[in-house]
């Protein structure tokens, strides 16, 4: 049984930084590639950011892009997001999870486990 665990959320100001955490128990973590998703209240799961499992290729959403920068550590099972220059609009429940088998991309479907998420809110 594979578990995600969020830490580092919290409220700033606009224009702070924040880096998230996500541990990742279960021996599949190396395999996998990963992906960082949020939430705002009334609005659907959004795609933040993915990385693959060698950290050779990421992704991101458009509106993230040159801000949030998405990494991982294979030898500790973590995978982070760093994130600069936050906006108000940045506000949201962000969730990472493991992407299925062989799998790098955006589509929400294709990620099989996903942490209890971690608040981040952003003032102006």
């Known amino acids: 049984q594979v578990q995600l665990v969020e830490s580092g959320g919290g409220l700033v100001q606009a224009g702070a930084s924040l880096r998230l955490s996500c541990a990742v128990s279960g021996r599949t973590f190396s395999s996998r590639a990963m992906g960082w998703f949020r939430q705002a209240p009334g609005k659907e799961r959004e795609f933040v950011a993915a990385?693959?499992?060698?950290?050779?290729?990421?992704l991101y959403a458009d509106s993230v892009k040159g801000r949030f920068t998405i990494s991982r550590d294979n030898a500790k099972n973590t995978v982070y997001l760093q994130m600069n220059s936050l906006k108000p609009e940045d506000t949201a429940a962000y969730y990472c999870a493991l992407a299925d088998a062989w799998y790098f991309g955006i589509d929400t479907k294709r990620f099989n486990s996903w942490g209890q998420g971690t608040q981040v809110t952003v003032s102006s």
């Open positions: 990385i693959t499992w060698s950290s050779s290729s990421t």
